[in-house]
């Protein structure tokens, strides 16, 4: 079935260690999209890629960085994750131009914890 | 983008049906309605979207009134598995891959057997 995948579904990293999440694709759909959802709250967007360009949210931390090496993976790198970083992070796709209406698929999400 | 309001949360017995109502004063003529459903530890998935009046689908009714400035998403008799957090969105169809959709609080459906 296609679907999107993320790995690892939980990681713990220690405070100021570095941290990448990663996020891969069957759809081959042409946007990815990662998100910030912390504990009862809605999911915020970060950043998303539209093929190979890049568009960052305008309150988006310098801590939070992202690659999309091919169509299929995506990545999130927390350069030095604080406490307040711990939170899900949800990857989701959508294709673009399909005439389909914004329909974004998410991946189950990585839970981040900060020791 | 325009904002919505909804109720932060609701009960239901099992077997009822389930309306959820959203405000959305400022939509524009281009906006498009869509909801997700968020189940606990998982990522949010597409229910449904309209326009306008009514649209239906295998999960889910969107009643669309002609003012458009509300939308009322109708859950027929739900179970216990239709816990979940439930958003409203509205926004553009977007052609460009440059206009995000954009979460707010949503609506947690709490169903009680």
């Known amino acids: 079935d296609a679907m999107v995948i993320q790995n690892p579904r939980y990681q713990v990293t220690q405070f100021g260690k570095p941290v990448t999440l990663s996020c891969s694709q069957t759809?081959?759909?042409?946007?990815m999209y990662w998100y910030q959802q912390k504990s009862s709250q809605a999911p915020k967007l970060l950043f998303h890629?539209?093929?190979?360009?890049?568009?960052n949210e305008a309150d988006t931390p310098d801590n939070f960085q992202s690659r999309r090496p091919n169509t299929s993976f995506c990545f999130l790198d927390i350069r030095s994750p604080g406490l307040g970083d711990a939170a899900m992070y949800l990857c989701?796709?959508?294709?673009?131009?399909?005439?389909?209406?914004?329909?974004?698929?998410f991946g189950p999400g990585t839970r981040l914890t900060v020791l | 983008l325009a904002k919505t309001t909804q109720p932060i949360s609701m009960d239901s017995y099992e077997g009822q049906e389930v309306n959820i109502t959203c405000s959305h004063n400022?939509?524009?003529?281009?906006?498009?309605i869509t909801w997700y459903q968020q189940f606990p530890s998982q990522g949010p998935r597409f229910i449904i979207q309209?326009?306008?009046t009514k649209v239906t689908n295998e999960v889910a009714s969107l009643f669309i009134p002609a003012d458009r400035k509300s939308s009322t998403l109708s859950l027929p008799r739900v179970s216990l598995s239709d816990t979940a957090v439930y958003y409203c969105?509205?926004?553009?169809?977007?052609?460009?891959?440059?206009?995000?959709?954009?979460f707010g609080k949503g609506t947690r459906l709490s169903v009680i057997a």
């Open positions: 989701a796709t959508s294709r673009v131009g399909s005439g389909a209406y914004n329909e974004q698929f």
């Open positions: 890629y539209y093929d190979k360009d890049f568009n």
């Open positions: 759809l081959n759909h042409n946007v």
């Open positions: 400022n939509i524009a003529t281009n906006d498009y």
């Open positions: 309209g326009y306008k």
């Open positions: 969105l509205v926004g553009e169809v977007d052609y460009s891959g440059n206009t995000p959709l954009v």
